[in-house]
């Protein structure tokens, strides 16, 4: 499942309605990323093409399936104004085994922060400025280039 939300959601919700779904896995990972204060940050605004963005999401959930033995998946994404403190992703992954769950938990993250459309806006002291993945980012990406189940 995967959502594009404009408004706040409650990563433990998300976290319980997916267990009840994903009964049967022995594993289950989840990720909250956060708007952190990154020395004033006031907000991150994120926008997106609708449509697009869900079904680029929908091709980097299908190349997790492809190399880890998944039961289930869930990603929800904030797009709009959201104050420091405020959840912007959660990704939640189930498997059979630990290992598959974590890797293609890892893995979905790399892609939403590298790959996925999104454009960023950081306001911090009343300007704003567009962000753009970090070279670390890209780094991480890279190690999935060769991942296999």
């Known amino acids: 499942m995967i959502r594009i939300t404009e408004?706040?959601?409650?990563?433990?919700?998300e976290l319980s309605a997916f267990h009840e779904l994903s009964s049967a896995a022995g594993a289950i990972v989840s990720f909250t990323g956060l708007v952190r204060d990154d020395g004033g940050t006031e907000s991150l605004t994120l926008t997106h093409y609708a449509g697009f963005t869900e079904t680029q999401i929908e091709g980097f959930v299908k190349q997790a399936e492809m190399n880890w033995a998944l039961d289930g998946c869930r990603i929800v994404h904030r797009v709009g104004e959201m104050m420091t403190g405020e959840a912007i992703v959660f990704v939640a992954t189930a498997s059979a085994h630990r290992r598959a769950a974590f890797?293609?938990?890892?893995?979905?993250?790399?892609?939403?922060?590298?790959?996925?459309?999104?454009?960023?806006?950081?306001?911090t002291a009343g300007r704003t400025k567009w962000i753009e993945p970090r070279l670390e980012d890209k780094a991480d990406l890279k190690r999935w280039d060769n991942a296999r189940n």
């Open 103 to 123: 890797e293609a938990c890892d893995f979905l993250m790399d892609k939403l922060k590298s790959e996925a459309p999104f454009w960023k806006q950081e306001t």
């Open 7 to 13: 408004t706040a959601f409650d990563p433990a919700s």
